[in-house]
Antibody
Framework: EVQLVESGGGLVQPGGSLRLSCEAS????????MNWVRQAPGKGLEWVAN????????SYVDSVKGRFIISRDNARNSLYLQMDSLRAEDTAVYYC????????WGQGTLVTVSS | DVVMTQSPLSLSVTLGQPASISCRSS???????????LNWFQQRPGQSPRRLIY???NRDFGVPDRFSGSGSDTEFTLKISRVETEDVGVYYC??????????FGQGTKLEIK
């Protein structure tokens, strides 16, 4: 069974950093594009970033460019999101989602940016 | 960026009655390979999103056949033939034809009347 389990969320002050992780199981992780998608409290879904299976290509939504870095470790079946210079508007539940068709999602991890 | 616009933003439906959600894109979603990458997701209260439909009209495994997707170019529709209690939640369309970025509609909240 496909499983995606996010972790690493929490409360951080504006300007701070946080690293999210997504551990994958039940499928050949190293062959899939992977994504991060976020959802601010009471709001809709926003795609954040994605990464190619071998890690050689990454894309970001404009609002996080230069502040967030997506990466992966295929040996550990894990996806990461390094978030720096965090702002209040980054407060959201962050989901990892599989592939270009977003066919599997994790349960999400909550990031709260507040002083 | 492709803007996805859903309507209505909220829907109140009697059990057993049909429901329809519209999704419009700001440009054609026909990919260079000739296919259209338009997906529908359901998010039940307190849960993660779940994909229901991919490439306009293909139902995911385990999705009841009362859900159907249709459309072409810039106009798409998700239909529920007979609404059940478990269908309560928010529905999102999303395009993956022209990225980055992938873009979602605002969401349509479905409730039971």
């Amino acid at each position: 069974e496909v499983q995606l389990v996010e972790s690493g969320g929490g409360l951080v002050q504006p300007g701070g950093s946080l690293r999210l992780s997504c551990e994958a199981s039940g499928f050949a992780f190293s062959t899939y594009w992977m994504n991060w998608v976020r959802q601010a409290p009471g709001k809709g879904l926003e795609w954040v970033a994605n990464i190619k299976p071998d890690g050689s290509q990454k894309s970001y939504v404009d609002s996080v460019k230069g502040r967030f870095i997506i990466s992966r470790d295929n040996a550990r079946n894990s996806l990461y999101l390094q978030m720096d210079s965090l702002r209040a508007e980054d407060t959201a539940v962050y989901y990892c989602a599989r592939g270009g068709f977003f066919d599997w999602w994790g349960q999400g991890t909550l990031v709260t940016v507040s002083s | 960026d492709v803007v996805m616009t859903q309507s209505p933003l909220s829907l109140s439906v009697t059990l057993g009655q049909p429901a329809s959600i519209s999704c419009r894109s700001s440009q054609s979603l026909v990919h260079s390979d000739g296919k259209i990458y338009l997906n529908w997701f359901q998010q039940r209260p307190g849960q993660s999103p779940r994909r229901l439909i991919y490439k306009v009209s293909n139902r995911d495994f385990g999705v009841p056949d009362r859900f159907s997707g249709s459309g072409s170019d810039t106009e798409f529709t998700l239909k529920i033939s007979r609404v059940e209690t478990e269908d309560v939640g928010v529905y999102y369309c999303m395009q993956s034809s022209h990225w980055p970025p992938y873009t979602f509609g605002q969401g349509t909240k479905l409730e039971i009347k």
